[in-house]
T-cell receptor, first 117, second 116 residues
Framework: AQTVTQSQPEMSVQEAETVTLSCTYD???????LFWYKQPPSRQMILVIR??????QNATENRFSVNFQKAAKSFSLKISDSQLGDTAMYFC??????????????FGQGTTLQVKP | DGGITQSPKYLFRKEGQNVTLSCEQN?????MYWYRQDPGQGLRLIYY???????QKGDIAEGYSVSREKKESFPLTVTSAQKNPTAFYLC???????????????FGDGTRLSIL
């Protein structure tokens, strides 16, 4: 069974600085997808970025980028030029690809990020 | 605008009572999911459905039931058998094209269920 671990329950960063959120996962699969979702105080889950395991290039979406280390089973999220609106809980999630895929997401426990002015 | 609508936003359940959470989507997505969110535990899958009139148990299905009579709708019933129902419930949907599907899930705004 797959598991996803986020070892940082809470983090804080000053506005305009850079912060990195950690995520590790355990799987015997070779093909899969990884996601970062953001849950602001409004509680709606918003997709931030996704990574295909077969791609070596790290995904980037504006100020958000990932450091995907497949061999180490690590998938960290870097937020550059942090903004007050980035304050939220961030979840790392795993999805199988290919045989056995049900579309199910397996989530980590979440990291609460506070951006301070 | 397309999206997922969950209702009600807040719901209270009495002991021994069944309650139903509504989830409607107009994204024309095939697959729909129900997750439960507890503090410090992330989201856990309750039930999912990839096609009308078919659904599958997730990791924590005991005490819950669902139906999928229409593509747009996937209601979740929390039965009296669920002894600890207090949680935040999130509904999600996605395009589903089989095991090679790679589409992300889109989420509703959630329903907070509490025990009276």
């Amino acid at each position: 069974a797959q598991t996803v671990t986020q070892s940082q329950p809470e983090m804080s960063v000053q506005e305009a600085e850079t912060v990195t959120l950690s995520c590790t996962y355990d799987t015997s699969e070779n093909n899969y997808y990884l996601f970062w979702y953001k849950q602001p105080p409004s509680r709606q889950m918003i997709l931030v970025i996704r990574q295909e395991a077969y791609k070596q290039q790290n995904a980037t979406e504006n100020r958000f980028s990932v450091n995907f280390q497949k061999a180490a089973k690590s998938f960290s999220l870097k937020i550059s030029d942090s903004q007050l609106g980035d304050t939220a809980m961030y979840f790392c999630a795993f999805m199988k690809h290919g045989s056995g895929n049900t579309g199910k997401l397996i989530f980590g426990q979440g990291t609460t990020l506070q951006v301070k002015p | 605008d397309g999206g997922i609508t969950q209702s009600p936003k807040y719901l209270f359940r009495k002991e021994g009572q069944n309650v139903t959470l509504s989830c409607e989507q107009n994204l024309n997505h095939d697959a729909m999911y129900w997750y439960r969110q507890d503090p410090g535990q992330g989201l856990r899958l309750i039930y999912y459905s990839q096609i009308v009139n078919d659904f599958q148990k997730g990791d924590i299905a005991e005490g819950y039931s669902v139906s999928r009579e229409k593509k747009e709708s996937f209601p979740l019933t929390v039965t009296s058998a669920q002894k600890n129902p207090t949680a935040f419930y999130l509904c999600a949907s996605s395009i589903w094209s089989g095991v090679s599907s790679n589409q992300p899930q889109h989420f509703g705004d959630g329903t907070r269920l509490s025990i009276l």
